[in-house]
Protein backbone atom coordinates (compact mmCIF):
# COMPACT_ATOMS: atom_id res chain seq x y z
CA UNK A 1 0.00 0.00 0.00
CA UNK A 2 1.41 3.51 -0.59
CA UNK A 3 -1.06 5.44 0.88
CA UNK A 4 0.34 3.86 4.65
CA UNK A 5 4.01 5.00 3.97
CA UNK A 6 2.18 8.14 6.00
CA UNK A 7 0.36 6.31 8.80
CA UNK A 8 1.58 5.13 12.29
CA UNK A 9 2.16 1.59 12.93
CA UNK A 10 -1.31 1.13 15.06
CA UNK A 11 -3.16 2.78 11.58
CA UNK A 12 -1.47 0.23 10.16
CA UNK A 13 -2.40 -2.36 11.64
CA UNK A 14 -5.87 -1.90 10.86
CA UNK A 15 -5.66 -0.91 7.80
CA UNK A 16 -3.08 -3.46 6.64
CA UNK A 17 -4.42 -6.35 8.88
CA UNK A 18 -7.29 -5.60 11.07
CA UNK A 19 -9.57 -4.25 8.27
CA UNK A 20 -9.38 -6.98 5.91
CA UNK A 21 -9.58 -9.51 8.22
CA UNK A 22 -13.03 -8.04 9.59
CA UNK A 23 -13.90 -7.82 5.99
CA UNK A 24 -12.73 -11.48 5.00
CA UNK A 25 -14.67 -12.34 7.95
CA UNK A 26 -18.33 -11.31 6.48
CA UNK A 27 -17.94 -12.52 2.97
CA UNK A 28 -16.20 -16.32 4.38
CA UNK A 29 -19.39 -16.08 6.78
CA UNK A 30 -21.85 -15.36 3.97
CA UNK A 31 -20.58 -17.96 1.47
CA UNK A 32 -20.99 -20.64 4.00
CA UNK A 33 -24.46 -19.41 5.06
CA UNK A 34 -25.68 -18.95 1.83
CA UNK A 35 -23.88 -22.39 0.71
CA UNK A 36 -25.70 -24.29 3.53
CA UNK A 37 -29.40 -22.86 3.23
CA UNK A 38 -29.05 -23.99 -0.69
CA UNK A 39 -27.74 -27.28 -0.16
CA UNK A 40 -30.36 -27.88 2.44
CA UNK A 41 -33.02 -26.80 0.45
CA UNK A 42 -31.54 -28.84 -2.62
CA UNK A 43 -30.94 -32.02 -0.29
CA UNK A 44 -34.69 -30.80 1.38
CA UNK A 45 -32.59 -31.98 4.43
CA UNK A 46 -32.14 -29.60 7.87
CA UNK A 47 -29.09 -31.75 8.77
CA UNK A 48 -27.43 -30.86 5.59
CA UNK A 49 -24.28 -28.35 5.20
CA UNK A 50 -22.18 -27.15 2.25
CA UNK A 51 -19.45 -29.05 2.92
CA UNK A 52 -21.65 -32.39 2.36
CA UNK A 53 -20.78 -32.80 -1.21
CA UNK A 54 -16.88 -32.95 -0.66
CA UNK A 55 -16.15 -29.44 -0.82
CA UNK A 56 -14.25 -28.53 2.43
CA UNK A 57 -13.10 -32.20 3.21
CA UNK A 58 -11.16 -32.22 -0.51
CA UNK A 59 -9.93 -28.48 0.82
CA UNK A 60 -8.34 -29.96 3.89
CA UNK A 61 -6.83 -33.01 1.93
CA UNK A 62 -5.49 -30.43 -0.39
CA UNK A 63 -4.15 -27.99 2.40
CA UNK A 64 -2.70 -31.19 4.33
CA UNK A 65 -0.96 -32.42 1.40
CA UNK A 66 0.73 -29.06 0.88
CA UNK A 67 1.85 -28.86 4.33
CA UNK A 68 3.19 -32.35 4.34
CA UNK A 69 4.47 -31.92 0.82
CA UNK A 70 5.90 -29.06 1.00
CA UNK A 71 8.07 -30.38 4.15
CA UNK A 72 9.45 -32.95 2.03
CA UNK A 73 10.48 -31.39 -0.52
CA UNK A 74 11.11 -27.68 0.46
CA UNK A 75 9.06 -25.57 -2.22
CA UNK A 76 8.48 -21.75 -2.06
CA UNK A 77 5.45 -21.32 -0.15
CA UNK A 78 3.75 -18.07 -1.58
CA UNK A 79 0.81 -16.20 -0.92
CA UNK A 80 -1.00 -18.12 -3.16
CA UNK A 81 -0.12 -22.00 -3.46
CA UNK A 82 -1.90 -22.55 -0.01
CA UNK A 83 -5.07 -21.48 -1.29
CA UNK A 84 -4.68 -22.81 -4.99
CA UNK A 85 -3.69 -26.63 -3.09
CA UNK A 86 -7.38 -26.32 -0.95
CA UNK A 87 -9.48 -24.90 -3.73
CA UNK A 88 -8.06 -28.39 -6.22
CA UNK A 89 -8.36 -30.48 -3.30
CA UNK A 90 -12.26 -29.14 -3.54
CA UNK A 91 -12.28 -29.42 -7.23
CA UNK A 92 -11.41 -33.12 -7.21
CA UNK A 93 -13.47 -34.33 -4.21
CA UNK A 94 -16.84 -32.27 -5.38
CA UNK A 95 -16.11 -33.72 -8.66
CA UNK A 96 -15.45 -37.23 -7.51
CA UNK A 97 -18.92 -37.13 -5.61
CA UNK A 98 -20.63 -36.03 -8.60
CA UNK A 99 -18.86 -38.27 -10.65
CA UNK A 100 -19.33 -41.61 -8.47
CA UNK A 101 -23.49 -40.19 -7.80
CA UNK A 102 -24.73 -40.81 -11.54
CA UNK A 103 -26.59 -44.05 -11.69
CA UNK A 104 -24.80 -46.52 -14.73
CA UNK A 105 -27.90 -47.13 -15.87
CA UNK A 106 -29.77 -43.64 -16.26
CA UNK A 107 -27.15 -41.44 -15.86
CA UNK A 108 -29.22 -39.59 -13.45
CA UNK A 109 -28.07 -38.72 -10.13
CA UNK A 110 -30.70 -38.55 -7.80
CA UNK A 111 -30.49 -36.92 -4.22
CA UNK A 112 -30.11 -39.29 -2.04
CA UNK A 113 -27.14 -41.28 -4.07
CA UNK A 114 -25.46 -37.91 -3.95
CA UNK A 115 -25.82 -37.60 0.08
CA UNK A 116 -24.55 -40.82 0.32
CA UNK A 117 -21.45 -40.47 -1.90
CA UNK A 118 -20.52 -37.32 -0.46
CA UNK A 119 -21.10 -39.07 2.79
CA UNK A 120 -18.51 -41.50 1.85
CA UNK A 121 -16.05 -39.30 -0.62
CA UNK A 122 -15.97 -37.35 3.09
CA UNK A 123 -14.85 -40.25 5.12
CA UNK A 124 -12.40 -41.16 2.54
CA UNK A 125 -10.64 -37.54 2.62
CA UNK A 126 -10.80 -36.80 6.11
CA UNK A 127 -8.52 -40.31 6.44
CA UNK A 128 -6.10 -38.85 3.79
CA UNK A 129 -6.23 -35.68 6.19
CA UNK A 130 -5.63 -38.26 8.76
CA UNK A 131 -2.65 -40.05 7.80
CA UNK A 132 -0.93 -37.11 6.68
CA UNK A 133 -0.99 -35.54 9.79
CA UNK A 134 0.30 -38.78 11.18
CA UNK A 135 3.50 -39.34 9.31
CA UNK A 136 3.92 -35.49 9.16
CA UNK A 137 6.22 -34.08 11.76
CA UNK A 138 5.58 -31.72 14.37
CA UNK A 139 5.35 -28.50 12.90
CA UNK A 140 3.70 -29.32 9.88
CA UNK A 141 1.15 -31.65 12.01
CA UNK A 142 0.54 -28.68 13.97
CA UNK A 143 -0.18 -26.92 10.66
CA UNK A 144 -2.69 -29.55 9.08
CA UNK A 145 -4.71 -29.33 12.39
CA UNK A 146 -4.94 -25.85 12.47
CA UNK A 147 -5.89 -25.46 9.26
CA UNK A 148 -8.96 -27.97 9.66
CA UNK A 149 -10.03 -25.76 12.64
CA UNK A 150 -9.93 -22.60 10.56
CA UNK A 151 -8.09 -19.48 10.69
CA UNK A 152 -8.72 -15.83 9.10
CA UNK A 153 -5.22 -14.71 10.52
CA UNK A 154 -4.19 -15.01 6.85
CA UNK A 155 -6.51 -12.02 5.54
CA UNK A 156 -5.06 -10.05 3.03
CA UNK A 157 -6.33 -7.17 0.79
CA UNK A 158 -5.74 -9.93 -1.99
CA UNK A 159 -7.79 -12.47 -0.23
CA UNK A 160 -10.49 -9.93 0.67
CA UNK A 161 -10.95 -9.25 -3.57
CA UNK A 162 -11.31 -12.99 -4.63
CA UNK A 163 -13.23 -14.01 -2.12
CA UNK A 164 -15.75 -10.56 -2.47
CA UNK A 165 -16.47 -11.34 -5.94
CA UNK A 166 -16.83 -15.15 -5.57
CA UNK A 167 -19.50 -14.70 -2.46
CA UNK A 168 -21.39 -11.69 -4.43
CA UNK A 169 -21.63 -13.43 -7.62
CA UNK A 170 -22.76 -16.69 -6.00
CA UNK A 171 -25.04 -15.11 -3.93
CA UNK A 172 -26.42 -13.21 -6.97
CA UNK A 173 -26.75 -16.11 -8.94
CA UNK A 174 -28.61 -18.00 -5.99
CA UNK A 175 -31.20 -15.86 -5.56
CA UNK A 176 -32.66 -16.22 -8.95
CA UNK A 177 -33.27 -20.03 -7.99
CA UNK A 178 -35.15 -18.99 -4.76
CA UNK A 179 -38.71 -19.52 -5.91
CA UNK A 180 -37.01 -22.69 -7.77
CA UNK A 181 -36.07 -23.94 -4.50
CA UNK A 182 -39.02 -23.29 -2.96
CA UNK A 183 -40.99 -25.89 -4.86
CA UNK A 184 -38.26 -28.64 -4.36
CA UNK A 185 -39.31 -28.07 -0.59
CA UNK A 186 -42.97 -30.43 -1.41
CA UNK A 187 -41.06 -32.76 -3.04
CA UNK A 188 -38.73 -33.74 -6.88
CA UNK A 189 -42.05 -34.69 -8.59
CA UNK A 190 -44.28 -31.92 -7.65
CA UNK A 191 -41.52 -29.50 -8.26
CA UNK A 192 -41.44 -30.86 -11.25
CA UNK A 193 -45.19 -30.82 -11.93
CA UNK A 194 -45.15 -26.91 -10.61
CA UNK A 195 -42.60 -26.44 -14.23
CA UNK A 196 -39.11 -26.56 -12.15
CA UNK A 197 -36.43 -28.82 -14.37
CA UNK A 198 -34.81 -30.17 -11.43
CA UNK A 199 -31.71 -31.49 -13.29
CA UNK A 200 -30.78 -28.37 -14.42
CA UNK A 201 -31.88 -26.51 -11.04
CA UNK A 202 -29.37 -29.36 -9.11
CA UNK A 203 -26.53 -28.24 -11.27
CA UNK A 204 -26.96 -24.80 -11.47
CA UNK A 205 -26.86 -24.75 -7.16
CA UNK A 206 -24.63 -27.20 -6.60
CA UNK A 207 -22.54 -25.44 -8.69
CA UNK A 208 -22.81 -22.25 -7.21
CA UNK A 209 -22.28 -23.92 -3.66
CA UNK A 210 -18.89 -25.06 -4.80
CA UNK A 211 -17.45 -22.16 -6.22
CA UNK A 212 -18.63 -20.14 -3.04
CA UNK A 213 -17.34 -22.75 -0.74
CA UNK A 214 -14.51 -23.87 -1.95
CA UNK A 215 -13.19 -20.03 -2.33
CA UNK A 216 -13.76 -19.20 1.04
CA UNK A 217 -12.70 -22.40 2.58
CA UNK A 218 -9.68 -22.13 0.43
CA UNK A 219 -8.20 -19.07 2.46
CA UNK A 220 -9.30 -20.23 5.86
CA UNK A 221 -9.46 -23.45 6.45
CA UNK A 222 -12.31 -25.58 7.45
CA UNK A 223 -15.39 -23.54 9.51
CA UNK A 224 -18.12 -25.87 10.31
CA UNK A 225 -21.55 -25.23 11.72
CA UNK A 226 -21.61 -21.92 10.46
CA UNK A 227 -23.30 -22.85 7.37
CA UNK A 228 -25.66 -25.40 9.42
CA UNK A 229 -26.84 -23.15 12.23
CA UNK A 230 -27.45 -19.51 10.19
CA UNK A 231 -30.23 -21.17 7.88
CA UNK A 232 -31.92 -22.67 10.90
CA UNK A 233 -31.75 -19.49 13.02
CA UNK A 234 -33.50 -17.91 9.90
CA UNK A 235 -36.12 -20.25 10.00
CA UNK A 236 -36.92 -20.13 13.38
CA UNK A 237 -37.38 -16.18 13.36
CA UNK A 238 -39.37 -16.16 9.94
CA UNK A 239 -40.09 -18.98 7.86
CA UNK A 240 -38.65 -21.57 5.13
CA UNK A 241 -38.85 -18.83 2.17
CA UNK A 242 -35.57 -19.21 0.25
CA UNK A 243 -35.25 -15.89 -1.01
CA UNK A 244 -35.73 -14.42 2.61
CA UNK A 245 -33.38 -17.19 4.05
CA UNK A 246 -30.47 -16.30 0.99
CA UNK A 247 -30.55 -12.44 1.31
CA UNK A 248 -30.65 -12.94 5.17
CA UNK A 249 -28.03 -15.90 5.31
CA UNK A 250 -25.29 -13.96 3.80
CA UNK A 251 -25.82 -11.12 6.56
CA UNK A 252 -26.43 -13.13 9.56
CA UNK A 253 -23.80 -15.72 8.37
CA UNK A 254 -20.89 -12.77 8.05
CA UNK A 255 -22.16 -10.89 11.21
CA UNK A 256 -21.94 -13.99 13.31
CA UNK A 257 -18.52 -15.07 12.16
CA UNK A 258 -17.15 -11.33 12.73
CA UNK A 259 -18.54 -12.15 16.59
CA UNK A 260 -16.48 -15.55 16.63
CA UNK A 261 -13.20 -14.28 14.94
CA UNK A 262 -13.46 -11.61 17.53
CA UNK A 263 -13.86 -13.80 20.30
CA UNK A 264 -11.31 -16.37 18.62
CA UNK A 265 -8.40 -13.49 19.25
CA UNK A 266 -9.71 -12.53 22.69
CA UNK A 267 -10.70 -15.20 24.63
CA UNK A 268 -7.32 -16.88 24.85
CA UNK A 269 -5.19 -13.43 24.58
CA UNK A 270 -2.28 -12.81 23.22
CA UNK A 271 -2.85 -16.27 21.47
CA UNK A 272 -5.53 -17.07 18.90
CA UNK A 273 -7.80 -20.01 19.26
CA UNK A 274 -9.18 -21.52 16.01
CA UNK A 275 -12.27 -20.15 14.46
CA UNK A 276 -13.82 -23.26 14.08
CA UNK A 277 -13.53 -23.80 17.89
CA UNK A 278 -15.52 -20.43 18.85
CA UNK A 279 -18.35 -21.06 16.21
CA UNK A 280 -19.39 -24.60 17.47
CA UNK A 281 -18.72 -23.35 21.25
CA UNK A 282 -20.52 -20.33 20.88
CA UNK A 283 -22.77 -22.07 17.85
CA UNK A 284 -24.05 -25.21 19.74
CA UNK A 285 -25.76 -24.25 22.67
CA UNK A 286 -27.48 -21.37 21.00
CA UNK A 287 -28.87 -23.69 18.52
CA UNK A 288 -30.18 -25.71 20.92
CA UNK A 289 -31.61 -23.30 23.53
CA UNK A 290 -33.87 -22.51 20.17
CA UNK A 291 -34.24 -25.62 19.23
CA UNK A 292 -35.71 -26.48 22.96
CA UNK A 293 -37.57 -22.82 23.08
CA UNK A 294 -39.34 -22.79 20.08
CA UNK A 295 -41.60 -25.28 18.81
CA UNK A 296 -39.42 -25.93 15.44
CA UNK A 297 -39.85 -29.39 14.47
CA UNK A 298 -39.70 -31.95 11.56
CA UNK B 1 -59.13 -33.71 -23.75
CA UNK B 2 -56.54 -36.47 -23.24
CA UNK B 3 -55.98 -39.16 -25.30
CA UNK B 4 -53.68 -42.28 -24.59
CA UNK B 5 -53.17 -44.68 -28.27
CA UNK B 6 -52.01 -47.88 -27.70
CA UNK B 7 -50.15 -47.22 -24.64
CA UNK B 8 -47.73 -49.91 -23.47
CA UNK B 9 -44.89 -49.89 -20.48
CA UNK B 10 -42.46 -52.34 -19.44
CA UNK B 11 -40.27 -53.16 -17.05
CA UNK B 12 -37.60 -55.21 -18.31
CA UNK B 13 -39.38 -57.96 -19.46
CA UNK B 14 -42.57 -57.84 -17.33
CA UNK B 15 -45.41 -55.94 -18.98
CA UNK B 16 -47.33 -53.46 -16.75
CA UNK B 17 -49.57 -51.81 -19.61
CA UNK B 18 -51.01 -53.21 -22.42
CA UNK B 19 -52.27 -51.52 -25.22
CA UNK B 20 -54.63 -48.53 -23.14
CA UNK B 21 -56.21 -46.63 -25.43
CA UNK B 22 -58.83 -44.31 -23.48
CA UNK B 23 -59.87 -40.76 -23.90
CA UNK B 24 -60.64 -38.60 -20.79
CA UNK B 25 -63.10 -35.57 -21.88
CA UNK B 26 -63.72 -32.45 -20.41
CA UNK B 27 -66.30 -31.50 -18.24
CA UNK B 28 -66.52 -35.30 -16.94
CA UNK B 29 -65.11 -36.75 -13.80
CA UNK B 30 -63.07 -39.38 -15.42
CA UNK B 31 -62.19 -41.82 -12.42
CA UNK B 32 -59.55 -44.69 -12.61
CA UNK B 33 -60.41 -48.07 -10.80
CA UNK B 34 -58.80 -51.66 -10.30
CA UNK B 35 -57.20 -53.81 -8.10
CA UNK B 36 -53.77 -53.32 -6.73
CA UNK B 37 -51.28 -53.77 -9.61
CA UNK B 38 -53.61 -53.41 -12.08
CA UNK B 39 -51.69 -50.18 -13.17
CA UNK B 40 -53.38 -47.46 -12.30
CA UNK B 41 -50.92 -45.44 -10.70
CA UNK B 42 -48.32 -46.52 -13.70
CA UNK B 43 -50.97 -44.85 -15.90
CA UNK B 44 -50.95 -41.64 -14.18
CA UNK B 45 -47.24 -41.58 -14.13
CA UNK B 46 -47.45 -41.80 -18.29
CA UNK B 47 -49.72 -39.00 -18.47
CA UNK B 48 -47.93 -36.98 -16.03
CA UNK B 49 -44.84 -37.85 -18.12
CA UNK B 50 -42.95 -39.32 -15.23
CA UNK B 51 -42.41 -42.14 -17.08
CA UNK B 52 -41.60 -42.59 -20.82
CA UNK B 53 -43.97 -45.29 -22.53
CA UNK B 54 -42.38 -47.86 -23.95
CA UNK B 55 -44.72 -48.11 -27.22
CA UNK B 56 -47.85 -45.79 -27.80
CA UNK B 57 -48.79 -42.08 -27.58
CA UNK B 58 -50.30 -39.44 -25.07
CA UNK B 59 -51.88 -36.66 -27.18
CA UNK B 60 -53.02 -33.61 -24.90
CA UNK B 61 -55.71 -31.74 -27.60
CA UNK B 62 -54.30 -32.46 -30.65
CA UNK B 63 -50.15 -31.85 -29.37
CA UNK B 64 -47.89 -35.18 -28.74
CA UNK B 65 -47.34 -34.85 -24.47
CA UNK B 66 -43.67 -35.78 -25.49
CA UNK B 67 -43.04 -32.64 -27.37
CA UNK B 68 -44.51 -30.20 -24.42
CA UNK B 69 -41.90 -29.18 -21.92
CA UNK B 70 -42.29 -29.33 -17.89
CA UNK B 71 -42.72 -25.13 -18.16
CA UNK B 72 -45.65 -25.55 -20.10
CA UNK B 73 -47.44 -27.95 -18.90
CA UNK B 74 -46.98 -26.58 -15.21
CA UNK B 75 -49.40 -23.70 -16.96
CA UNK B 76 -51.71 -25.67 -17.43
CA UNK B 77 -51.98 -29.27 -16.02
CA UNK B 78 -51.84 -29.31 -12.32
CA UNK B 79 -51.03 -32.74 -10.61
CA UNK B 80 -51.62 -34.43 -7.01
CA UNK B 81 -49.48 -36.70 -6.17
CA UNK B 82 -49.82 -39.31 -3.05
CA UNK B 83 -47.55 -38.99 -0.19
CA UNK B 84 -46.67 -35.34 -0.48
CA UNK B 85 -43.95 -35.00 2.59
CA UNK B 86 -42.77 -31.12 3.35
CA UNK B 87 -39.21 -30.77 4.44
CA UNK B 88 -39.29 -27.54 6.22
CA UNK B 89 -41.72 -25.46 8.22
CA UNK B 90 -43.99 -22.77 5.88
CA UNK B 91 -47.67 -21.12 6.13
CA UNK B 92 -50.42 -22.69 4.63
CA UNK B 93 -50.74 -19.77 2.29
CA UNK B 94 -47.37 -20.24 1.21
CA UNK B 95 -48.20 -23.76 0.25
CA UNK B 96 -50.62 -23.11 -1.92
CA UNK B 97 -49.05 -19.62 -3.19
CA UNK B 98 -47.04 -22.64 -4.67
CA UNK B 99 -49.59 -23.34 -7.04
CA UNK B 100 -49.10 -20.17 -8.93
CA UNK B 101 -45.47 -20.23 -9.44
CA UNK B 102 -45.64 -21.23 -13.28
CA UNK B 103 -47.59 -18.19 -13.37
CA UNK B 104 -44.77 -15.65 -11.83
CA UNK B 105 -41.22 -14.81 -12.16
CA UNK B 106 -40.25 -13.15 -9.06
CA UNK B 107 -43.10 -11.91 -7.03
CA UNK B 108 -46.42 -13.09 -7.22
CA UNK B 109 -49.28 -10.42 -9.11
CA UNK B 110 -52.65 -9.43 -7.82
CA UNK B 111 -54.41 -12.37 -10.23
CA UNK B 112 -51.89 -14.97 -8.10
CA UNK B 113 -53.05 -13.56 -5.04
CA UNK B 114 -56.47 -13.85 -5.95
CA UNK B 115 -55.96 -17.18 -7.47
CA UNK B 116 -54.62 -18.84 -3.92
CA UNK B 117 -57.20 -16.66 -2.04
CA UNK B 118 -60.29 -18.22 -3.84
CA UNK B 119 -59.13 -21.55 -3.96
CA UNK B 120 -57.96 -21.58 -0.35
CA UNK B 121 -61.68 -20.26 0.20
CA UNK B 122 -63.43 -23.16 -2.29
CA UNK B 123 -61.48 -26.13 -0.40
CA UNK B 124 -62.20 -24.89 3.14
CA UNK B 125 -58.99 -24.33 3.87
CA UNK B 126 -58.91 -19.89 4.15
CA UNK B 127 -59.19 -19.94 8.00
CA UNK B 128 -55.90 -21.80 8.44
CA UNK B 129 -54.34 -19.80 6.31
CA UNK B 130 -51.65 -18.64 8.39
CA UNK B 131 -50.89 -21.58 10.23
CA UNK B 132 -47.71 -23.69 9.64
CA UNK B 133 -48.76 -26.45 7.25
CA UNK B 134 -46.53 -28.85 9.59
CA UNK B 135 -48.65 -28.84 12.35
CA UNK B 136 -51.62 -29.69 10.40
CA UNK B 137 -53.44 -33.00 10.48
CA UNK B 138 -53.23 -35.33 7.40
CA UNK B 139 -56.96 -34.18 6.01
CA UNK B 140 -56.12 -30.94 6.92
CA UNK B 141 -52.82 -31.18 4.94
CA UNK B 142 -54.48 -33.02 1.97
CA UNK B 143 -57.09 -30.44 1.45
CA UNK B 144 -54.14 -27.68 1.72
CA UNK B 145 -53.12 -29.49 -1.86
CA UNK B 146 -56.12 -29.32 -3.28
CA UNK B 147 -55.93 -25.42 -2.79
CA UNK B 148 -53.13 -25.92 -4.20
CA UNK B 149 -53.33 -27.41 -7.34
CA UNK B 150 -57.14 -25.70 -7.95
CA UNK B 151 -54.46 -22.54 -7.58
CA UNK B 152 -52.52 -23.54 -10.38
CA UNK B 153 -54.96 -24.01 -12.99
CA UNK B 154 -57.23 -21.46 -11.64
CA UNK B 155 -57.45 -19.24 -14.29
CA UNK B 156 -58.60 -20.42 -17.63
CA UNK B 157 -56.38 -19.70 -20.38
CA UNK B 158 -56.74 -18.89 -24.01
CA UNK B 159 -57.80 -21.63 -26.44
CA UNK B 160 -56.93 -25.12 -24.57
CA UNK B 161 -58.06 -27.12 -21.76
CA UNK B 162 -56.48 -27.21 -18.07
CA UNK B 163 -55.77 -30.24 -16.21
CA UNK B 164 -56.27 -31.95 -12.97
CA UNK B 165 -54.86 -35.50 -12.31
CA UNK B 166 -55.17 -36.74 -8.69
CA UNK B 167 -53.12 -40.12 -7.85
CA UNK B 168 -55.83 -41.60 -4.54
CA UNK B 169 -56.77 -38.16 -3.66
CA UNK B 170 -59.05 -39.54 -0.76
CA UNK B 171 -56.51 -41.05 1.39
CA UNK B 172 -56.27 -39.14 5.04
CA UNK B 173 -59.84 -37.75 4.41
CA UNK B 174 -63.05 -38.68 6.27
CA UNK B 175 -66.14 -39.30 4.71
CA UNK B 176 -67.24 -35.88 5.59
CA UNK B 177 -64.80 -34.66 3.32
CA UNK B 178 -64.38 -37.31 0.77
CA UNK B 179 -67.84 -36.22 -0.31
CA UNK B 180 -67.05 -32.34 0.16
CA UNK B 181 -64.13 -33.23 -1.97
CA UNK B 182 -66.20 -34.92 -4.98
CA UNK B 183 -68.75 -32.25 -5.02
CA UNK B 184 -65.86 -29.61 -5.67
CA UNK B 185 -64.49 -31.32 -8.15
CA UNK B 186 -67.42 -31.41 -9.76
CA UNK B 187 -68.08 -28.00 -9.55
CA UNK B 188 -64.96 -27.06 -11.16
CA UNK B 189 -66.22 -29.08 -13.64
CA UNK B 190 -68.92 -26.97 -14.76
CA UNK B 191 -66.08 -24.91 -16.26
CA UNK B 192 -66.33 -27.02 -19.39
CA UNK B 193 -62.48 -26.33 -20.04
CA UNK B 194 -61.37 -28.31 -17.19
CA UNK B 195 -60.99 -32.14 -17.57
CA UNK B 196 -60.15 -34.25 -14.00
CA UNK B 197 -58.33 -37.46 -14.20
CA UNK B 198 -58.50 -39.72 -10.51
CA UNK B 199 -57.41 -42.55 -9.28
CA UNK B 200 -59.73 -44.11 -6.50
CA UNK B 201 -60.14 -47.05 -4.79
CA UNK B 202 -63.66 -46.43 -3.45
CA UNK B 203 -66.18 -48.42 -5.76
CA UNK B 204 -69.10 -46.47 -4.10
CA UNK B 205 -67.38 -43.31 -4.54
CA UNK B 206 -66.83 -43.93 -8.21
CA UNK B 207 -70.23 -45.31 -8.37
CA UNK B 208 -71.56 -42.05 -7.12
CA UNK B 209 -69.75 -39.53 -8.41
CA UNK B 210 -67.81 -40.57 -11.78
CA UNK B 211 -69.32 -39.95 -14.77
CA UNK B 212 -66.68 -42.04 -16.75
CA UNK B 213 -64.73 -44.94 -15.36
CA UNK B 214 -62.00 -47.03 -16.83
CA UNK B 215 -61.50 -50.53 -15.05
CA UNK B 216 -58.03 -51.61 -15.39
CA UNK B 217 -57.16 -55.21 -14.55
CA UNK B 218 -53.65 -57.08 -15.03
CA UNK B 219 -52.63 -53.85 -17.11
CA UNK B 220 -54.74 -54.13 -19.52
CA UNK B 221 -58.22 -52.30 -19.81
CA UNK B 222 -61.11 -54.24 -18.97
CA UNK B 223 -64.09 -51.61 -19.06
CA UNK B 224 -64.17 -47.73 -19.79
CA UNK B 225 -67.97 -45.54 -19.99
CA UNK B 226 -70.04 -45.00 -17.81
CA UNK B 227 -70.81 -46.27 -13.82
CA UNK B 228 -73.45 -48.27 -15.10
CA UNK B 229 -71.53 -49.85 -18.15
CA UNK B 230 -68.34 -50.77 -16.04
CA UNK B 231 -69.59 -51.49 -12.82
CA UNK B 232 -71.25 -54.88 -13.66
CA UNK B 233 -71.34 -57.94 -11.66
CA UNK B 234 -69.25 -59.79 -14.67
CA UNK B 235 -66.09 -56.79 -15.08
CA UNK B 236 -65.97 -56.53 -11.00
CA UNK B 237 -65.70 -60.33 -10.62
CA UNK B 238 -63.12 -60.45 -12.97
CA UNK B 239 -60.83 -57.70 -11.36
CA UNK B 240 -61.27 -57.87 -7.74
CA UNK B 241 -62.03 -61.81 -7.62
CA UNK B 242 -65.28 -61.31 -5.12
CA UNK B 243 -68.69 -61.66 -5.69
CA UNK B 244 -70.47 -58.32 -5.62
CA UNK B 245 -74.29 -57.39 -4.83
CA UNK B 246 -75.25 -54.29 -6.63
CA UNK B 247 -77.94 -52.52 -5.09
CA UNK B 248 -80.15 -49.80 -7.26
CA UNK B 249 -81.84 -47.34 -5.10
CA UNK B 250 -83.30 -43.96 -6.42
CA UNK B 251 -81.36 -44.27 -9.30
CA UNK B 252 -77.86 -44.67 -6.75
CA UNK B 253 -75.72 -47.76 -6.94
CA UNK B 254 -74.41 -49.47 -4.37
CA UNK B 255 -72.14 -52.13 -4.15
CA UNK B 256 -71.27 -54.73 -1.50
CA UNK B 257 -69.62 -58.10 -1.02
CA UNK B 258 -70.54 -61.20 0.12
Redesign the interface.
Known amino acids: MTASDNMTLTERIFMDIRLPRAILCEFVGASLAVGGTLLQALFRNPIVEPGLVGTSCGAAFGAALYFALGATFHFSTGQWTLPLAACLGAIVSTSLVFFLSQSRHTGKSSIVSLLLTGIAINALFLSGVGFLSYIARDPQARSIVFWNLGTLSGASWASVLVVGISTSVCVLLALRYAKQLNALMIGEEEAQFLGVDIKKLKWKVLGINVVMVAVATAFVGVISFVGLIVPHLLRILKGSDNRFLIINSAVLGGLLLCVADLLSRMLLRPAELPIGIVTSIVGVPIFIFLLKKKNYFF | MIETQHLYYKIGSKLILEDISVKFLPGKLNLIIGPNGAGKSTLVKLI???SKPSKGTILFENKNLQSLS??E???Y???L?QN????????VS??VM??R??HF??KPTEKDLKACEEAMRFFDVLDMANRDY?TLSGGEKQRVHFARVAA?IWVPIENGCRYLILDEPLTFLDVHYQFHFMHKLLELLQQKDVVIIGVVHDLNLAAKFANEIVLLNHGKLLAHGSPEEVLTPEFIRTAYRLEPIIHQTNGQTFLFFE
Open positions: CQQTMLSKRAVSIELAFPLKEVMGYPSSLQ
